[in-house]
Protein backbone atom coordinates (compact mmCIF):
# COMPACT_ATOMS: atom_id res chain seq x y z
CA UNK A 1 0.00 0.00 0.00
CA UNK A 2 1.61 3.06 -0.98
CA UNK A 3 1.41 6.76 0.61
CA UNK A 4 -1.79 8.26 0.22
CA UNK A 5 -2.94 11.50 1.48
CA UNK A 6 -6.42 11.77 3.32
CA UNK A 7 -7.84 15.08 4.27
CA UNK A 8 -4.48 16.27 3.81
CA UNK A 9 -3.97 15.78 7.41
CA UNK A 10 -2.84 11.75 7.76
CA UNK A 11 -1.63 9.08 5.78
CA UNK A 12 -1.64 5.38 6.75
CA UNK A 13 0.65 2.29 5.92
CA UNK A 14 0.53 -0.94 6.64
CA UNK A 15 3.90 -2.60 8.77
CA UNK A 16 3.31 -6.68 9.02
CA UNK A 17 -0.63 -6.77 9.32
CA UNK A 18 -1.05 -3.61 11.20
CA UNK A 19 -2.01 -0.68 9.83
CA UNK A 20 -0.54 2.31 11.29
CA UNK A 21 -1.69 6.14 10.69
CA UNK A 22 0.72 9.21 10.04
CA UNK A 23 -0.10 12.40 10.59
CA UNK A 24 2.02 15.25 8.57
CA UNK A 25 4.67 16.85 10.60
CA UNK A 26 7.17 18.85 8.58
CA UNK A 27 7.94 19.68 5.51
CA UNK A 28 11.11 21.27 3.15
CA UNK A 29 9.57 22.28 0.07
CA UNK A 30 12.90 25.39 -0.54
CA UNK A 31 14.96 23.99 -2.60
CA UNK A 32 14.13 23.08 -6.26
CA UNK A 33 15.94 20.00 -6.91
CA UNK A 34 15.19 17.83 -3.13
CA UNK A 35 12.36 18.48 -1.20
CA UNK A 36 11.51 16.35 1.98
CA UNK A 37 8.26 15.64 3.76
CA UNK A 38 7.81 14.23 6.94
CA UNK A 39 5.51 11.84 8.68
CA UNK A 40 4.92 10.56 12.63
CA UNK A 41 2.86 8.24 14.07
CA UNK A 42 1.12 8.17 17.26
CA UNK A 43 3.49 5.89 18.82
CA UNK A 44 6.73 7.67 17.53
CA UNK A 45 7.47 5.77 14.44
CA UNK A 46 8.32 7.89 11.39
CA UNK A 47 8.69 8.25 7.53
CA UNK A 48 10.45 10.80 5.40
CA UNK A 49 9.43 11.11 1.74
CA UNK A 50 12.02 13.18 -0.38
CA UNK A 51 10.98 14.24 -3.52
CA UNK A 52 13.79 13.92 -6.19
CA UNK A 53 13.08 16.53 -9.06
CA UNK A 54 14.54 16.61 -12.54
CA UNK A 55 12.91 18.45 -15.23
CA UNK A 56 9.54 17.46 -15.11
CA UNK A 57 10.08 14.16 -13.53
CA UNK A 58 9.96 13.34 -9.62
CA UNK A 59 11.86 10.17 -8.20
CA UNK A 60 10.38 9.51 -4.70
CA UNK A 61 12.62 7.80 -1.97
CA UNK A 62 11.93 6.97 1.74
CA UNK A 63 13.55 6.49 5.21
CA UNK A 64 11.47 5.61 7.97
CA UNK A 65 12.53 4.89 11.59
CA UNK A 66 10.65 3.45 15.30
CA UNK A 67 12.01 6.69 17.80
CA UNK A 68 10.07 10.55 17.33
CA UNK A 69 13.68 11.90 18.84
CA UNK A 70 15.69 10.49 16.01
CA UNK A 71 13.45 12.01 13.56
CA UNK A 72 13.44 15.44 15.42
CA UNK A 73 17.07 15.06 14.50
CA UNK A 74 16.27 15.52 10.80
CA UNK A 75 14.86 18.91 11.18
CA UNK A 76 15.93 22.51 12.25
CA UNK A 77 14.21 23.32 14.91
CA UNK A 78 14.52 27.14 13.98
CA UNK A 79 13.67 26.76 10.34
CA UNK A 80 11.85 23.88 10.56
CA UNK A 81 13.58 22.89 6.91
CA UNK A 82 15.38 19.29 6.76
CA UNK A 83 19.03 18.80 8.14
CA UNK A 84 21.31 16.62 6.39
CA UNK A 85 22.70 13.77 9.13
CA UNK A 86 25.97 13.25 9.30
CA UNK A 87 26.50 10.12 8.32
CA UNK A 88 23.95 10.94 5.76
CA UNK A 89 20.53 8.82 5.43
CA UNK A 90 19.99 5.97 2.93
CA UNK A 91 16.25 6.43 1.23
CA UNK A 92 14.93 3.93 -0.23
CA UNK A 93 11.98 2.72 -2.05
CA UNK A 94 8.61 2.77 -0.57
CA UNK A 95 8.10 -1.11 -0.60
CA UNK A 96 11.82 -1.34 1.08
CA UNK A 97 10.66 0.77 4.56
CA UNK A 98 9.07 -1.46 6.60
CA UNK A 99 12.28 -3.25 7.78
CA UNK A 100 12.79 0.24 9.28
CA UNK A 101 9.65 0.37 10.84
CA UNK A 102 9.26 -3.45 12.47
Known amino acids: ?11 FHRVGNQDVS ?4 NQDTTDTTYQYFGYVSADGAWIIQRFYIVGSTIQYRYIAGQTRAVYDTYWNATTGRY ?17 YLL
Open 1 to 11: MAIRLQDYRMI
Open 22 to 25: FEVS
Open 83 to 99: QIPSPTLTFTTFDLINS
